[in-house]
């Protein structure tokens, strides 16, 4: 037999690679335990619910039919629910309170009820997971976390468009009347929002919720008399924290699916208007191109790059909007993509071509939605297409062009 010499069973090599590799599963294990991630041992919660009420919604028949698929079109599933009785429509969203709540084409108000009916078994779920001591102490106060924040999601007249408890979770809410409006804003957050982060007590406008609701208020105070609607959009994967899942496009572009989806399912086809933060604007930079003609305007702040060099690298027909306030911390990132690194130009750049919109009192990066601030403002008049009265940034005699 062939001997190699320093490559056998005592080779310090393998030795000292095997530990490495140990300490580095043991780093792992270590690290996941204090998150809570290895919370659960030999419990029988499912991972996955949606996807689990989703196979049994596809073997299942209703009437004597089966029933439409979960992911048809808008207009498919719109005509499905218009067929249907109230009665027979409370019925299945008892029976399917997820599928019913994350679908797009089935009516507003149904959505809010079968989301209320998902979010109350959330909560008994993670109730149970408090006591549980099979969970770490780190995942039983999660679990506590979670708990409190369905409760609140739960609080007479919110309005739930989705809901997702898997993973860190999904959800989107909405302010106004979503069916009767005339105009809807959707805001679109960045990095590190899921269930836990999507609501928020103090900073309450660093938040999505916090988001949209001012952003509600701002716009009903521009212009009373316009019916609006603005969703707080957080249904879809975020990155975590500022590592390779933040520098690069891949939840982006999966976000994208999704916000074109969303789109396309408003019951509504009036115009629509996107408010992108951080993050949240790689999402609208790689939808744009295929987002409906009733996206009228698109409007980031705080943007990493939208995934372009330029605002005909976006190839949309809707009007780009940006704003940076002078000591937001992302304006110190690299500017551009190398091997899938980067996100492209700076919206704010002149020669990027975007509108550029004064974001005068907002401080950092999380406070382009306080009230008060000229950014909120400037939102607004955009939301509500008072788009003459919004105030530009100085350097840009661009912005006011050809809004008559």
Not at 276 to 282: E, I, P, Q, T
Request: hydrophobic share 45%.
């Amino acid at each position: 037999m062939t001997s190699f010499p320093g490559l056998g069973p005592s080779s310090g090599f393998l030795q000292s690679t095997a530990w490495r590799a140990a300490l580095a599963l043991a780093v792992v294990f270590v690290m996941l335990a204090m998150t809570g991630w290895t919370a659960v041992r030999g419990t029988k919660d499912d991972a996955n619910p949606l996807a689990t009420a989703r196979t049994a919604w596809k073997h299942a028949t209703f009437l004597g039919r089966p029933l439409p698929d979960p992911n048809g079109s808008p207009a498919t599933l719109r005509a499905f629910f218009a067929a249907l009785t109230g009665a027979q429509k409370q019925q299945l969203a008892a029976r399917y309170p997820l599928v019913v709540g994350n679908m797009g084409g089935a009516p507003a108000a149904l959505r809010y009820r079968a989301n209320r009916m998902a979010i109350d078994d959330a909560r008994a779920v993670e109730k149970r997971r408090m006591g549980d001591h099979r969970l770490t102490p780190v995942g039983r106060q999660e679990a506590g976390r979670l708990m409190h924040r369905f409760e609140s999601m739960m609080s007479p007249g919110r309005q739930i468009l989705a809901f997702d408890p898997a993973g860190g979770g999904r959800a989107a809410e909405v302010f106004g009347n979503l069916p009767a409006a005339k105009r809807v804003s959707v805001v679109v957050p960045g990095v590190d929002t899921n269930l836990s982060t999507f609501e928020r007590t103090a900073r309450a406008t660093a938040a999505p919720v916090g988001m949209a609701r001012s952003l509600y208020a701002a716009e009903r105070t521009a212009k009373p008399g316009v019916r609006t609607a603005v969703i707080a959009w957080a249904d879809y994967t975020t990155p975590s924290g500022l590592g390779v899942e933040a520098a690069t496009g891949n939840l982006a572009e999966a976000g994208a699916i999704r916000l074109r989806a969303l789109v396309k399912s408003l019951p509504s086809s009036d115009t629509v208007s996107l408010f992108c933060h951080s993050y949240g604007s790689v999402v609208c930079g790689v939808a744009a191109r295929h987002l409906p003609a009733n996206v009228e305007d698109i409007t980031v702040a705080g943007s990493p790059g939208m995934r372009a060099e330029s605002l005909s690298g976006l190839g949309t027909h809707a009007r780009v909007w940006a704003m940076r306030d002078s000591d937001d911390w992302i304006q110190d990132v690299p500017y551009l993509e190398v091997g899938g690194l980067g996100h492209g130009a700076d919206p704010v750049d002149p020669s990027f071509g975007s509108r550029i919109l004064s974001a005068d009192g907002a401080v950092g990066h999380a406070g382009y939605f306080a009230p008060g601030t000229r950014s909120l403002r400037n939102f607004a008049l955009v939301g509500v297409g008072a788009l003459d009265s919004v105030d530009c940034a100085t350097d840009d005699p661009h912005c006011s062009t050809g809004l008559a």
